[in-house]
């Protein structure tokens, strides 16, 4: 016994000429969603969620403020450059790498580094030969964040395809 199957075509040809169009979809158009979508991701990071992407806690700092964002600068510069296949998001202040890998901070001009902060009401002042800095990753991208991405280029490619 030999089984036999029929197909009847409807709206096939139109789906194989969506189909063939992804291939030159503009994909600018999605690098830059994403871009803004982890700039997003990372100012929150910073400002509300205060936790590394892969979701521990930042150590806190001396001066007690909020961790890595006393100003708002940092969060601020945040910033990304989207292409047709990639995107990258950084900082370009002069700090935002020390605060991402940690280090030891050294004088440049001179023998010590000295510095100030208030603390329960008095006035504190230090003089050291360098200061050891934990690092306190904000950039990269939590599970949260991937699904996200995923769920976006989603709808990009539904609407590419409507």
């Not at 990071?45 to 006393?70: M, V, Y």
């Not at 990639?86 to 030891?104: F, K, N, T, W």
Request: hydrophobic residues 40%; without cysteine; glycine residues 10%.
């Amino acid at each position: 016994m030999s089984a036999v199957l029929e197909v009847f075509e409807t709206g096939l040809q139109e789906a194989i000429l969506k189909v063939d169009r992804i291939g030159e979809a503009p994909t600018g158009e999605l690098m830059e969603g994403i871009g803004r979508l982890v700039q997003e991701q990372t100012r929150r990071r910073i400002t509300d969620e205060k936790t590394a992407p892969d979701g521990s806690a930042w150590e806190a700092n001396r001066a007690g403020t909020s961790t890595l964002h006393a100003s708002g600068a940092l969060a601020a510069s945040i910033d990304y450059i989207a292409s047709t296949g990639s995107v990258i998001v950084g900082s370009g202040l002069v700090y935002a790498r020390i605060h991402q890998q940690g280090g030891v901070i050294k004088p440049v001009n001179g023998q010590a580094l000295k510095f100030w902060w208030v603390s329960a009401g008095f006035v504190n002042f230090a003089i050291v030969k360098s200061v050891t800095m934990p690092p306190r990753r904000y950039l990269g991208l939590s599970a949260d964040n991937q699904n996200e991405i995923v769920e976006a280029t989603e709808d990009w490619l539904s609407r590419l395809l409507q």
